[in-house]
Nanobody, 126 residues
Framework: QVQLVESGGGLVQPGGSLKLSCAAS????????MSWYRQAPGKERELVAG???????SYANSVKGRFTLSRDNAKNTTYLQMNRLKPEDTAVYYC????????????????????WGQGTQVTVSS
């Protein structure tokens, strides 16, 4: 069983900062990628940022230069540092992890499973 637990959301004024954390736990063999998505009321869920096992990161254009994604492999935890927040960043932020539960069988690749956290609310308002 795998769990993703997010923390760090809250209410912040425009221009402020928040740091979200997502900790993965359970019977994890290897985490291939961890990502953050967000969903604002009445809108579709969108990808905010992602990081793969090698450490490469990618960001949505709307958050480039303001958000920084990092990862502590030893703790199976990812951090999303959000600076210069705007009202349009208001959303529920969800953590996602693509991972394997066991090593690869002989001559094949281990299946990759995708898990989601429960979400954490970020509200940017004066």
């Amino acid at each position: 069983q795998v769990q993703l637990v997010e923390s760090g959301g809250g209410l912040v004024q425009p221009g402020g900062s928040l740091k979200l954390s997502c900790a993965a736990s359970g019977s994890i063999f290897s985490i291939k990628a961890m990502s953050w998505y967000r969903q604002a009321p009445g809108k579709e869920r969108e990808l905010v940022a992602g990081i793969i096992s090698g450490g490469s990161t990618s960001y949505a254009n709307s958050v480039k230069g303001r958000f920084t994604l990092s990862r502590d492999n030893a703790k199976n935890t990812t951090y999303l540092q959000m600076n210069r927040l705007k009202p349009e960043d208001t959303a529920v932020y969800y953590c996602n992890a693509d991972l394997t539960l066991s090593g690869p069988p002989p001559g094949a690749r281990a299946p990759i499973f995708s898990y989601w956290g429960q979400g954490t609310q970020v509200t940017v308002s004066s």
